[in-house]
């Protein structure tokens, strides 16, 4: 969700940055990016870390509230985002929106959308990304088999969870580079997941489409 189909980050990061402040504390820009894709808990030690005088359950709190008024005040899509997911709908293309985001932020969304059959987020997973349990428990929700199905991220964490479930993976550059990994496809923009992109990805082919955006 974060990054990938929203362009949510700006809002974590200011209110990471809020908070710390708040505290006595500074956060950067580059603190931010550090924690894209984390699981919230590890996000929420870090701001402890660096002075943020509150539990973990607070901060999290604190972030979600924060980042559900912005999403609440207009959807911050990414390029392509709306298209690609209406495509896989009206072609009968199940699909799960797998989020490190807690339900509270996750549910929302998803129902703003309504194309989603499946949500999994991530306080309802005992071992969240970079461990492979959300893909394949979104896998199993989906009656799918893992090997049929790709996953889209723009996170090291996302990306190693979904390599780990056995997900076709496919790594998006938003915020962060995404190194080359066996098996790994990179892309630059959703627009370049046609239809036809998503059969050959079903076919088992990795694909390079950073130099077609």
């Given at each position: 969700m974060d990054g990938t189909l929203i362009d949510t980050e700006p809002l974590w990061i200011a209110a990471e940055t809020e908070l710390v402040e708040a505290h006595g504390g500074r956060w950067t820009h580059e603190d931010g990016l550090t924690l894209v894709g984390n699981p919230m808990l590890v996000s929420?030690?870090?701001?402890?870390?660096?002075?943020?005088?509150?539990?973990?359950?607070?901060?999290?709190?604190?972030?979600?509230?924060?980042?559900?008024?912005g999403v609440a005040a207009g959807i911050p899509w990414q390029p392509g985002a709306q298209q690609v997911l209406t495509d896989l709908h009206d072609a009968g293309v199940p699909m799960a929106l797998v989020t490190?985001?807690?339900?509270?932020?996750?549910?929302?969304?998803?129902?703003?959308?309504?194309?989603?059959?499946?949500v999994v987020s991530g306080d309802e997973v005992s071992r969240p990304k970079p461990d492979p349990e959300p893909y394949l428990t979104a896998a199993r929700l989906l009656g799918a088999d893992i090997a049929d199905c790709?996953?889209?991220?723009?996170?090291?964490?996302?990306?190693?969870?979904?390599?780990?479930?056995?997900?076709?993976?496919?790594g998006i550059e938003v915020l962060q580079p995404v190194a080359a990994r066996a098996g790994l496809s990179r892309i630059v923009s959703l627009a370049d997941l046609t239809l036809g992109a998503f059969a050959r990805l079903a076919a088992g082919e990795v694909l390079d489409l950073r130099r077609a955006s």
């Open positions: 929420a030690e870090r701001l402890q870390e660096r002075g943020v005088d509150l539990s973990l359950d607070a901060i999290v709190d604190f972030l979600n509230q924060r980042v559900a008024v490190s985001s807690f339900r509270m932020l996750a549910e929302p969304f998803a129902a703003a959308v309504g194309l989603f059959d499946v790709v996953a889209v991220e723009d996170s090291s964490a996302g990306i190693a969870s979904a390599i780990a479930s056995g997900a076709r993976a496919v």
